[in-house]
């Protein structure tokens, strides 16, 4: 049981990773903190990609003589895009956040719930 | 070879038109530019669908790089279909565009209007296009992220809060998905989805393939709003400028759906999903959906608010179609896919040209205005007739082929279910009727102020709309046609 998770300790760190981000954005209240969540929960998908690349005893994906066996750079290429679009998400939701804050005067959910439902 | 050029084409101009019109001075240019293209566009995806209904497949290799390293687009009768709705409903809406947005946009935010549209255009024809799991992802990124800018640009606050929840409720999905594909990536070594469904079958036992299911599933159940999983959709719908709405509700959603058949049937197969619960699954969702969706839109008193829930409620039949699994059931769904982008794009364009004229969505503002603007109240009639499923209207041939499918199956149940929900189509589209017509003229009108009939530019794409609702009502040769075609894709070794 201990050598399971000693040796896939990354896929393990990346499902504790994703599962406190993905509380947090369920959790809390406050809309900066839900999108803080939202990208911990993107960057353990991050983390769930750059290990599966990893071939066991492979080397840096750059042709050299003497190496055979290489890692699988392909995950790690597309992760990049990934990230691309976890950075436009998080500016794009911050963003909403400056607005909303501008239009409510508050991030707190419940706040802005009370004030339109009082309209 | 050119033929295949003309279909990257379709994703590449709106790309191209986006950062073009971002720039352009305000004014009726950035308007003038999208509306050529978004011509265009449905120019090339009407000629790629008569190129691939007679079953010929067309195969586009980005960049020279053979498929399945490379990105493939690969374009069939489904494919073709689903990219002439998203383009055929941006040609008619980008018309109708120019007069409503100019009442519920500030000036000097169209340009920027009109960018975020076409990337949101590209996105849901690359969804539509592309034959690589990985890129559907950047695509439905694209589409995703645009979208929520256009939703928060609604006149209410509430705008930016819908948006705000309908970010983070698809970026869970978005990243749902990927996850899943990133299984199936570690799996079988491929992204190609016709590689993919030869490389699976041998590992159908395998429990990180259904993890991966599973993953998929649900990220997409959260994008095209199944229920439980809708509850971005009624708020963003309400508060978004009433262009986007239209668009929004007549392609996001279909193009979701799009993509779940893509990955039930095509990346997965049907024997696969007979091994999992997935079918009963959906099956209770749709009914609870299609059910408690239908009843709930008849106690808002929103029109907009009204027909998102019935849009909930619509969805349910069309992944009802994915649940029962057969050859009727997918012919239901992709059937419905096109004629509820028509009705719900009719009956949406219709309540906005009532938007346009009273300045609210409002049902109560709504009253008697239907002897007032007798066109766009003959089109909210034969949209509502279309979407209980009236014979002689397109909505009567999907509801058709559902119940064909339910009845096929001997599962009862489902056909009563389809019938009710008709049932209770009928009490809220009656409600809008009601409101428009029957219910007194209220105090402002007493005092002579009269409203005119919606300008033109709202009328014609909207009555566009409306006779297509009937055409294809009539005629099913070009929808039950080409998606015969296209379901021998989807579900192989059918025998005729």
């Known amino acids: 049981m201990m050598e399971i998770i000693l040796e896939h300790y990354n896929y393990w760190l990346g499902v504790i990773i994703m599962m406190a981000g993905f509380y947090t954005v369920i959790s809390r209240g406050n809309l900066v903190k839900k999108i803080v969540g939202l990208n911990i929960f993107q960057v353990s998908v991050f983390l769930f990609y750059i290990s599966i690349g990893n071939v066991k005893g492979g080397a840096v994906p750059i042709i050299e003589k003497g190496i055979t066996l290489y890692s699988n750079p392909l995950p790690h290429v597309l992760i990049l895009t990934a990230i691309v679009v976890g950075v436009a998400t998080t500016a794009l939701g911050l963003a909403l956040v400056v607005r909303i804050k501008e239009a409510y005067g508050t991030i707190e959910e419940d706040d802005i719930h009370n004030q339109d439902q009082s309209l | 070879m050119i033929e295949s050029h003309l279909s990257l084409l379709m994703v590449v101009l709106p790309l191209l038109a986006a950062p073009i019109v971002a720039v352009l001075p305000n004014g009726r240019l950035p308007w003038a530019v999208s509306t050529l293209v978004s011509w265009s566009v449905f120019y090339l995806a009407a000629w790629q669908l008569m190129n691939v209904s007679t079953g010929h497949v067309i195969s586009y290799e980005l960049g020279g790089w053979a498929p399945p390293w490379g990105i493939e687009y690969r374009i069939d009768a489904v494919n073709a279909l689903v990219a ?26 169209h340009a920027l209007f009109y960018a975020a549209f076409m990337l949101c255009l590209t996105g849901l024809l690359g969804i539509a296009q592309t034959g690589d799991i990985f890129n559907l992802f950047v695509f439905l990124e694209i589409s995703s992220l645009s979208s929520y800018a256009l939703i928060s640009l609604g006149k209410k606050r509430q705008a930016l809060t819908a ?31 016709a590689d993919l469904a030869q490389r699976l079958p041998e590992l159908y036992e395998h429990r990180t393939i259904h993890t991966a299911f599973a993953f998929i599933m649900v990220g997409f159940a959260l994008k095209l709003a199944l229920f439980p999983l809708h509850v971005w959709l009624p708020n963003a719908y309400t508060y978004a400028p009433m262009v986007v709405t239209i668009f929004l509700a007549a392609t996001a959603t279909k193009v979701a759906v799009y993509v779940m058949l893509r990955m039930v049937f095509t ?102 205005l239907g002897k007032q603007m007798p066109w766009t109240f003959a089109a909210i009639v034969i949209g509502g ?14 509801k058709w082929y559902l119940v064909l499918a339910a009845i096929e199956k001997q599962n009862w149940l489902i056909v009563a279910v389809i019938l009710i929900g008709s049932l209770l189509a009928v009490a809220y589209v009656w409600k809008i009727i009601e409101v428009l017509y029957f219910k007194a003229t209220d105090e402002l009108e007493q005092k002579n102020i009269t409203v005119k009939e919606a300008p033109l530019m709202l009328l014609i794409p909207m009555w566009v709309l409306v006779l297509a609702n009937v055409y294809f009502g009539f005629n099913t040769e070009l929808t039950v046609g080409t998606v015969e075609q296209a379901v021998k894709l989807l579900i192989p070794g059918v025998n005729e």
């Open chain 2, 385 to 398: 007739l279309s979407l209980i499923g009236v014979p002689g209207t397109a909505g009567f041939i999907s």
């Open chain 2, 84 to 109: 002439l709705i998203v383009s055929g409903i941006a040609a008619l809406t980008l018309p109708y565009a120019l007069k409503s947005v100019t009442k519920e946009i500030p000036q000097q935010q």
């Open chain 2, 267 to 368: 990346v997965f197969s049907v024997s696969f999903i007979e091994n999992t619960p997935v079918d009963e699954l959906f099956l209770l969702l749709c009914v609870m959906g299609i059910l408690g969706m239908s009843f709930y839109a008849i106690y808002q008193k929103d029109s907009k608010r009204l027909l998102a829930y019935s849009s909930v409620a619509q969805i349910g039949y069309m992944v009802l179609g994915i649940g029962l699994g057969s050859v009727l059931g997918v012919t239901a769904t992709l059937v419905h896919l096109f004629n509820h982008a028509l009705m719900k794009g009719a009956l949406f364009m219709a309540i906005g040209a009532l938007v346009y004229r009273v300045g609210s969505s409002r049902l109560e503002h709504f009253s008697g």
């Open chain 2, 163 to 193: 948006a705000y929840q309908y970010l983070i409720m698809g970026t869970i999905g978005a990243t749902f998905f990927i996850i899943g594909v990133g299984l199936l990536y570690a799996m079988t070594g491929t992204l190609n989805m």
